[in-house]
């Protein structure tokens, strides 16, 4: 799993998310900083409030959660689901993870030309290159 702080970068960076079943996220500044969240049946889900994407919690007992707006969430995609997102970014087969004992190298073949990324996981690697790709200018 990627860091918080990566996670955030890639938000203010422009990543979009349409929150599935299944995703983690994080709700920073609402005392639950170190909790990681999934979105299943139970006890997160996604409803609308007055026109807003809300998320609800059904169920959680130890807190006094009614609703939190998908905004204030901060997503934790997944290696699979940066890959996508990079694949999205970047016509035909341009991937290329190389995993090793000292950690990932990913290499990114760009029409500006080859660029490579390292990071102790995948998932790092894999985010490091799509936050290089959402900063780029178009």
């Not at 170190?34 to 139970?42: G, K, P, Y």
């Not at 009614?66 to 890959?83: F, G, H, K, M």
């Amino acid at each position: 799993m990627i860091t918080f702080a990566t996670a955030q970068a890639l938000k203010d960076a422009g990543l979009p998310w349409a929150p599935a079943e299944h995703d983690f996220f994080v709700f920073p500044d609402h005392n639950l900083d170190d909790r990681v969240f999934v979105l299943a049946e139970m006890p997160a889900s996604l409803a609308q409030l007055q026109g807003e994407t809300v998320f609800t919690f059904q169920g959680a007992m130890e807190w006094a959660l009614d609703y939190i707006v998908t905004t204030a969430a901060v997503w934790l995609p997944s290696e699979t689901q940066l890959r996508q997102a990079l694949e999205a970014r970047l016509p035909g087969p341009r991937l290329s993870l190389n995993v090793g004992p000292e950690g990932c190298r990913l290499e990114v073949q760009t029409a500006a030309g080859p660029l490579a990324f390292t990071g102790a996981s995948a998932e790092a690697a894999y985010a490091a290159a799509l936050l290089h790709l959402l900063r780029r200018p178009p």
